[in-house]
């Protein structure tokens, strides 16, 4: 899957140190920002992959399972200290068959395949073009939420 950095401006860090107890709530308000802008272009990107026509010629039946499990997580503290959200899937397996059928998979996995493709199946990259197009938007958003939330103080 596709993985993205975005590193706030040395400017606002020096900004968000100052605020104390408010810097938890206000970080988080400002991911969030950011992760909707980019929730809302990877739905759209993906939607237009995978088309909501069952007629494609595709290995796997489209059901809108896929569109309909991709979410935000809640932020969270990683292992080295920085606070993150993530676009994805939850560990559910989507599809048809029995739990032991190979035509289950994770809807992970799914997209995965659909972003990079496989031997029999060409790549449809839905989630690297809403990243490298909508980077900068993202950033703004999140630099109007933090500006707004410390204007607040």
Sequence with gaps: MAKATVKMPEDFLKKISGLGSETDRITTKALEAGAQVMYQVVKANLQSVIGMDRS????????????????????????????DIKIGWPKVRIGRGSMNTRYRLYAAGIATILEYGKHNQKARPFMAPA???NKDRCLEVMTQTLESEIARL
Excluded at 58 to 83: A, F, H, R, S
């Design 56 to 83: 494609k010629n595709t290995k796997y039946e489209n059901t809108g399972q896929l569109i309909y499990l991709l979410g935000v997580t809640p932020t969270e503290i990683n292992n080295k200290g920085n606070t």
């Design 131 to 133: 990243i490298r197009k």
